[in-house]
Structure formats: C-alpha cells, structure tokens
C-alpha cells in the first residue's frame, strides 16, 4: 500500500505502473529531448477542507492510487489539530515518459473553528522548498539540483453556490504571489449546470476584485489557431467545476466509464459535457505541465528571491538584477550570440573574397604566361615560314641553297653556284 507520509520526499516514495493513460508522455511535445531521458519533477498541492474530494481527484488525475483510501489510514491521521503537511511521491512512466510527481497535502485546513492564519504554515512550506532550492543553486555543484518547489497548486472550494468564503480569499491573496494558483469547485455534481455557470461567475468576480492572480493558459505569439483555441477553451473553464472517481460505473450503451452513479444516471467523469475535469487534466498534465515549471522559476521564485535580498538589505545594482532577471537575461545572451554570429558571418565573407582574389590573380599569371608562350610559338613559326620563303626564292633563282652554311655548299663542289 502506498504510505502517507511527513514532508520528506525521500520518506514517502512509492513506485506505481499505471493503470492506464494519463497524458504527460505528450509532454516530449513540450520540451527537449533531455528532458524526457532524465524524467520530469513535478510536485502539486493541494489545499481545501477535508472531505471536498481533493484525494479522489489526485487519484482520478494520475489514474492510479495514489492516496489510500480514507479507511485505510490510521485514526490520527485523519483529524490532525493543526494545518499538517504531507507529501506523496510516486514514479510513474508512461510510453517511456518518466515523471516523478510529487503531491502535497495539506490536511486539517480550513476544518477549524478559528481558521485565522491556515494559510500561514502552507505558505510557509512553499517559501522552505524555495529556500532549499537557492541553497542547492548556490552550491558549487550545481550539477544535481532536486527541484521540490510547488509548481501548482489545486485550490478546492466548496460548491456551495454561493461566493466565496473569506479563508478562501485570505488563502489565495496571500498564496497567489508564491504558487500557480488553480481554483476548482469540488464536488461539482452536487450542483446543476446552472448553479455551476452562477458560481463561476461569482467566483471569477471575486478573484477579480481582490486582484488575484490565478494561473492564466499562456498564449505566444505566432501560435497557430489550434494551440490558440486550445488555450482558449481551457481558460473559458476556470474555474473547473470538477468530479472526480476512480470507480468504474455501466453506462446504458454497455460501456465502463470512471464516474459516480445515481438513482437518476450517472456523471461521467472523462465526458466533457458532465464536467471540466478532462479540460483541469489537459491544463496540469497534457499542455501546460512545462509552462507551470517554467512560471515557478522565472517568475514566481525569481520574485521571492528578489524579495528575499530586499528584505536582507541587499540592494541590487541593475548589473546583478539583470544576472538574475532571466528574461533580461535571456535577451542578452541573444544579443550576444547574434553579435558573434555576425561576426563570424563577416570573417567567412572576408576569408572568402581573399580566397577569390588569390584564384584571380593565379588564372591571370597563367593567362598570361599561355599568351606569352603562344606569341614566342607565332614568332618562331613566322621566322620558320620567313626561312622557308627565302629558301624557296634562292632556289627558284638558282642561288645558293644555304648561304648561311658555306662549308657544306663548298664540299660538294660549288656546282650551284652561279
Ligand atoms: P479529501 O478529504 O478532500 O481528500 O476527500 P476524499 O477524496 O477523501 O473524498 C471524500 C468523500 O467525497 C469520499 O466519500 C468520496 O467518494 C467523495 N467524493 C470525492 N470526489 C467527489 C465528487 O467529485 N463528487 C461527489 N459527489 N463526491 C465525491
């Protein structure tokens, strides 16, 4: 059986195959091949007050079982007199696809009489794993760094209906500047379709009004009309009304189907017209699983560490912000490497010209060496013909064959001679 255990990942790992598909091997789409070998971290919170269904839904995302079930754990486990934090690893590979993933738990929130200050040890637990990060970057091996930060954290409301509850808006004001905020109305079979689109409504104005900052879909520029309708459905969902089951159910056309049965048909929970579940499994698994990891660290961690040096009294020139400012210093780099790129694109061009000029003058030499071999060729061709002509006429005239050669002429006799 999987083992619930305290906040230490090492304490509490449990190695699951899955029982079916789940999504993140569309991750490989997402991000570099390295990646994909060494396998994905990703840890996920979830906060609401027990009984809202944040386990069932853990295990109906992941399709496996995750968390025991309620009966299984032991009695002091269930009613703990503060906020607790308990994590779960599990590693689970789909289609070769690695992921270790981690789910935080935050049990006794929101059950108290005074709940003033629940969020306190949470955010608390968020700001830990961010220490433990920069401490693991400040080392000088930086080879091995375990990545334990929260990269989204499901909030779950209560499906009352109504608005929302002071906690959840002292909750997430003061979570949503440290974690992807991901609200979802539990248990959303208890209320009919209408109060569904009432409560969202409310909920979204609420949000609204209290300037907070939930994780919003990511569109880029030149995005094709897909990924940008894709983004758009997801974001049309928030907040997702949710059912989660892991319990197979019959549906009339014979079919087995995770859902909840009633007297009155059944929900399914993978059928987009019963609830967002499959478009909340789309958002933190299939399509944006990156885009929460790459949102925790440039962001939100950079933000916290900003903070952090603030409050130490550490006031930060623009050079070393700009060293720690990963957009700025992204654009940087990219300015740089467009500088040696021309750079180098300048050097070919001249090494190139320098190469012609060498042939050119090489083709000219030899030219002109040809032309100077054809003219001494023509010269010593004309003075053949002009020997030959002056031959010819001494001989028709009877003169002295080879006047230039009076030995020969002499010996056989000077017959020729006139
Ligand atoms: P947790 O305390 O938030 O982890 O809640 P659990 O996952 O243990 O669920 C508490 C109870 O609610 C269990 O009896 C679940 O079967 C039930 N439950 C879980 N999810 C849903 C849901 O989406 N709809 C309904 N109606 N009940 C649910």
Redesign the pocket.
């Given at each position: 059986l999987p083992q619930q255990g305290s906040d230490d990942p090492t304490s509490s790992i449990i190695r699951k195959t899955l029982m079916g598909y789940v999504g993140f091997a569309s991750l490989p789409n997402q991000v570099r091949t390295k990646s994909v070998r060494k396998g994905f971290q990703f840890t996920a919170m979830?906060v609401?007050?027990?009984?809202?269904?944040?386990?069932?839904?853990i295990?109906t995302l992941f399709n496996t079982q995750l968390?025991p079930?309620?009966e299984q754990l032991p009695p002091s486990a269930e009613r703990p007199q503060t906020v607790a934090i308990e994590s779960i690893s599990a590693d689970i590979e789909e289609n070769g696809v690695r992921l270790k993933l981690t789910v935080v738990?935050t049990?006794g929130f929101g059950d108290f009489v005074n709940n003033d200050g629940s969020w306190k040890p949470i955010v608390e637990n968020i700001e830990s794993r961010f220490d433990s990060y920069l401490e693991q970057e400040n080392r000088v091996n930086r080879q091995k760094i375990i990545d334990n930060r929260v990269h989204a954290c499901l909030y779950?409301i209560q499906p009352t209906g109504h608005s929302l509850k002071q906690i959840d808006i002292e909750f997430m004001r003061q979570l949503h500047t440290r974690v992807n905020l991901i609200p979802v109305i539990?248990?959303?079979?208890?209320l009919t379709d209408d109060e569904v689109v009432e409560f969202k409504a409310r909920i979204l104005a609420d949000i609204a009004h209290h300037q907070i900052q939930i994780f919003q879909a990511p569109t880029y520029e030149n995005e094709d009309e897909e990924s940008l309708a894709e983004a758009e459905e997801i974001a049309s969902k928030i907040p997702f009304a949710?059912?989660?089951?892991n319990q197979l159910v019959k549906i009339p056309d014979g079919r087995d189907v995770r859902g909840?049965a009633y007297p009155w048909g059944v929900?399914e929970v993978d059928n987009e017209d019963h609830c967002d579940f499959v478009k909340l499994r789309q958002m933190l698994v299939r399509t944006y699983m990156e885009e929460l990891r790459e949102y925790t660290n440039d962001v939100l961690y950079e933000n916290w560490r900003t903070d952090k040096l603030l409050s130490m009294g550490v006031v930060q020139d623009q050079s070393v912000f700009k060293e720690i400012n990963p957009a700025s210093r992204m654009q940087e780099e990219r300015v740089m490497h467009e500088a040696k790129l021309a750079k180098m694109e300048a050097e070919m061009k001249m090494v190139f010209q320098q190469k012609v000029q060498e042939k050119e003058a090489k083709l000219k030499q030899s030219e002109e060496e040809l032309y100077a071999r054809h003219r001494e060729m023509k010269d010593a061709l004309e003075k053949q013909r002009l020997d030959l002509e002056d031959k010819k006429r001494r001989i028709e005239s009877g003169r002295p064959l080879t006047p230039d050669r009076p030995n020969q002429t002499k010996k056989k006799g000077g017959f020729l001679r006139s």
């Open positions: 979830v609401g007050e027990s009984g809202l269904g944040k386990s069932t839904l295990n968390y079930p309620k738990d049990p779950f539990a248990k959303a079979d208890t949710v059912v989660g089951s909840r929900v």
